[in-house]
C-alpha cells in the first residue's frame, strides 16, 4: 500500500491509518457492472479496497456509455463484456488493487463460489430476481449487502446487517410482479440519479469496510435528483415487526433454487424461450404501453411482440410475450443474452 496515494482520505478522521489498513485488506463483491457497479467499482478501487470480484453477465454497448462511466468507445467496438472492459480500465486507475472479473450468469447454483471469502457484497445489479438471491446468501452467509436501485431519475439505498437489521423481504416480501415495475429500458435512467446513489453505496461500503458498521444507519434512502428531494425511511424496526420468513425461518427460496427464470433453446428457430419462476397473469396492454419505448409493438389478445430498434450486434430481434410471463425471443440462439433482454423489458 503507498500512503501517499491515500493521503487525503487517511487525513479523514473515519478513516485514518487503521481504516486505511483495513481497507486494504478487505474482499468484496460487486453484483453487475452496469451504471450502479461503474462507479461502486471505480470509487472502491481508488479508496483502496484491496480486493474487489466483479460478476457480470452483459456486454459494452454504445447505449452505456451516457452513464457508465468505465465503459468508453473503443469497448463497444471491441465487444467487451462489461467486467473485462472494467478490469482494463480500474488497473490504470490503481494497480495495487487485485481485481477479479467473473463473466457469468449469478444464480442460485453459482453465487455461493462468488461469495468465498468476501466480507461484504454489493448491489450493482438492474433485477429483482438476483436481488432476492443476493439476500438469501446474505442470510445463509452472514454477509452483510447494500441494496442499490435506480431507474428514471430516482435511486434507492439500504444496507442489510443479516440477523441484525432488516433484510429486502422484511421490506418487500414478495418482488414486485414481473412487468409492474419501471425498468432503466422502459423509463429510462438519469447518469446523475445513478452516480447520487452508487456513491452513497459506496460511503456505506468504505464505512463499514473501515469498522464503523454499527455507526451506519438503519434506514431505507430514496433520492430522487429531478424533483430535488431525499428522504429517509427508518428501518430499524422493521425486522422485529415483520415475521419475515427468511430471517425467522430461515426460508431461502432463491438460494435453493425454487424461485428462478429458466431459457430453453428452441432448436432450428433461432429463438430462446425464457420462463419466469413462477406462472403469472400480465396485462397485455399495460406491458405493450411500456415496451413503446423499445420499438414497434404489436398487440393481440394472445400476446405482445415487440421489434427491438436497437440493434445487438448482427442481431435483430423480435421478443413475443405471453400472458403468463412466458417469452419468445427470436433473432438468437444465446441464451445468456435472451435472459438479459427478459430482464432489461419485464423488470425481473
Ligand atoms: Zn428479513
Same mark, same amino acid.
Given at each position: 500500500m503507498s500512503p501517499s496515494r491515500y493521503q487525503k482520505q487517511m487525513l479523514f478522521a473515519g478513516v485514518g491509518l487503521d481504516g486505511q489498513q483495513r481497507l486494504a485488506g478487505s474482499h468484496v463483491l460487486l453484483v453487475g457492472c452496469g451504471a450502479l457497479g461503474c462507479v461502486v467499482a471505480d470509487t472502491l478501487v481508488r479508496a483502496g479496497v484491496g480486493r474487489i470480484r466483479i460478476v457480470d453477465r452483459d456486454f459494452v454497448e454504445l447505449s452505456n456509455l451516457q452513464r457508465q462511466i468505465l465503459f468508453d468507445e473503443q469497448d463497444v467496438a471491441e465487444h467487451l463484456p462489461k467486467v473485462i472492459a472494467a478490469e482494463r480500465r480500474l488497473r490504470c486507475v490503481n494497480s495495487e488493487i487485485a481485481i477479479e472479473p467473473i463473466v457469468a450468469d449469478v444464480d442460485w447454483s453459482n453465487i455461493c463460489q462468488f461469495t468465498e471469502g468476501v466480507s461484504l457484497i454489493l448491489d450493482g445489479t438492474d433485477n429483482f430476481e438476483i436481488r432476492y438471491l443476493i439476500n438469501d446468501v446474505s442470510l445463509h452467509a452472514g454477509i452483510p449487502w447494500i441494496f442499490t436501485g435506480c431507474t428514471g431519475s430516482v435511486g434507492q439505498v439500504m444496507p442489510v446487517f443479516p440477523h441484525d437489521s432488516a433484510c429486502l423481504r422484511c421490506l418487500?416480501?414478495?418482488?414486485?410482479?414481473? &412487468?409492474s415495475t419501471e425498468t432503466c429500458d422502459t423509463a429510462g435512467v438519469l447518469g446523475p440519479a445513478v452516480n447520487v446513489v452508487a456513491s452513497f453505496q459506496a460511503a456505506l461500503a468504505l464505512k463499514i469496510l473501515t469498522g464503523? %458498521?454499527?455507526?451506519? %444507519?438503519?434506514k431505507l434512502t430514496i433520492i430522487d435528483v429531478w424533483s430535488d428531494s431525499f428522504r429517509q425511511v427508518d428501518v430499524s424496526k422493521l425486522r422485529a415487526t415483520s415475521q419475515c420468513p427468511a430471517c425467522?425461518? &430461515?426460508?431461502r427460496l432463491w438460494l435453493h433454487g425454487s424461485q428462478k427464470s429458466s431459457s430453453t433453446i428452441l432448436c432450428g428457430r433461432n429463438a430462446v424461450q425464457v420462463t419466469p419462476p413462477e406462472k403469472l397473469t400480465l396485462s397485455l396492454p399495460d406491458i405493450a404501453n411500456r415496451l413503446l419505448a423499445v420499438g414497434e409493438v404489436v398487440l393481440n389478445p394472445f400476446l405482445v411482440r415487440v421489434i427491438v430498434s436497437e440493434s445487438y450486434g448482427e442481431h435483430s430481434l423480435e421478443i413475443t410475450i405471453f400472458p403468463d410471463g412466458r417469452a419468445i425471443i427470436r433473432g438468437t440462439d444465446d441464451p445468456a443474452l435472451a435472459r438479459i433482454l427478459y430482464s432489461r423489458y419485464m423488470g425481473t
Open positions: 418487500m416480501p414478495t418482488p414486485p410482479p414481473l &412487468g464503523h %458498521a454499527h455507526e451506519v %444507519a438503519r425467522f425461518q &430461515g426460508e
